[in-house]
């Protein structure tokens, strides 16, 4: 039976493997978005009612895992998501995270940088945020956002009062790149997984979802003008993101491109990247050793001697055994 259930889950964690394979950008690899990733891909799902099915079974076995993580309280994760305006970022969050306790979640903003953020590093509004050993913390827009809309608007990096004189030429954004691969790698040999993720929506996805944001009065708040201006530097944005993806997909925090096009099947890759991760850091609750054992057991005594008349003296003792929660009465003395 225990080995039935172990080869479910070898089996299980296989076909995730499987199915994130080819979202993974391999480190080392030159990217170009457009010829490298269809936003359109669903791979091998064929509907959206068996995506549903898959991204219920990805929900529960993160749920799972993330008590096992948090009670362990050794490894925490961090999952970057980056995308376009209107590529899905909030609608992934609040699906993949739908079935997860929210105690054990933390979801970090990143927008315009205050005036505070400016007068410190650039990584430093990234490393207040980070979640804690036992957590799952979520970055909506991220430190990548220091080499991409900082790269494609040069007053943000003029804002940043760097010295030197190199700002903005290709060697600047190498080193940047080289300082955010050095930042996870010191991350990840500390107990912290950073799983990152592009949704990788089509200029036409976009345009449609920017209309319904137009058209529909309770998502109208969800469009700003700045968006359309935006949308004017998509090649701009595509050259940009393909350089981070070469850039900084790194054994350690490899990239995934996930498909965006269709919300559902985004959600079902999201929920799959991030299983694996946990999967992979097989969190488990922990064992509190013979000593803790041998106290819980007086403990339970003296609670079992405290059971009024008719009820049982461990109730779940009792149902355990099939005779409901109230038993046969006290334990005998
Ligand atoms: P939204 O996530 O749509 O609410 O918008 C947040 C805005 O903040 C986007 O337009 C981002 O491009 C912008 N933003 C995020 N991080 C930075 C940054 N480091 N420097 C400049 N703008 C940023
Ligand atoms: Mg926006």
Sequence with gaps: ?????????????????????????????????????????????RNKKEGEELLRGGVLLLADHQRKLAAEGSHGVLLCLQALDAGGKDGTIRHVMSGVNPQGVHVANFKVPSAEELGHDYL?????????RGEIGIFNRSHYEEVLVV?????????????GKAKGKKAFWRRRYREINDWERYLTDNGFRVVKLFLN????????RFLKRIDVPER???????????????D???????DMLSATSTPWAPWYVVPADRKWFARICAAAVLAHTLIDIDPRYPDIGDKARHELELEKRQLEDEAPTGAAADPWV?????????????RAR
């Design 318 to 330: 009792a149902a355990a055994e099939g005779r409901g929660r109230h038993g046969r009465g006290r």
């Design 151 to 163: 790269r494609v608007h040069p007053e943000l990096l003029a804002r940043q009062r760097l010295p």
């Design 220 to 234: 109208n708040w969800k469009f700003s003008a700045a968006d359309a201006r935006e949308r004017s530097s998509w």
């Design 124 to 132: 430093w509004r990234y490393a207040c945020r980070l979640p804690r």
């Design 1 to 45: 039976m225990a080995d039935g259930r172990a080869r479910t889950r070898d089996e299980r964690a296989k076909r995730i493997a499987e199915f994130i394979a080819p979202l993974r950008v391999e480190p080392g690899s030159k990217v170009n978005l457009s010829r490298d990733f269809d936003p359109a891909h669903k791979a091998g799902v």
């Design 201 to 208: 929506l089509s200029k036409e996805e976009q345009r449609v």
């Design 236 to 242: 701009a944005y595509q050259a940009a993101f393909s």
